[in-house]
């Protein structure tokens, strides 16, 4: 489910929840499984799976998930079990908790960010835990809505 070849991009064949384009929610949102954001989220993300940050989500909130793909924009603290991956033309800002960090080119980080000890153990318990770890464990790119 979570292989992915060189240039590939990772897909999911089934997205359990949506959040459309023009729609925005003010409040916490507390959910399991793949949930796509396209509209706008203010408050809080407790989120027990992957969340997908789609090219026109804006996400204003502190996040926690499993695994997290951003192609729009976050603004808040991010704590991610797994992989965090900034798509090109991604903008995060915030501080950064996860065990695997994807930054494409053309992606903006501002922030700092702390690699969880499995994910330093996993690059090889070297200083820069961040460089080279396996980008394909687990998030998927939020390039194109799926029903």
Known sequence: MF??????????????TVLGEGTVIRGDLQSTGVVRIDGTLEGQVDHDGILLVGPKGRVIANVRARGMSVAGEVHGDVDVEGTLELLSGAVLRGDIRCAHLVIHEGAVFEGRCHMHEAGIQAAGGGASAGAGTPAGTGTPAPESPQA
């Open 3 to 16: 292989r992915k070849r060189a240039g590939e991009t990772l897909r999911y064949s089934r997205i359990d």
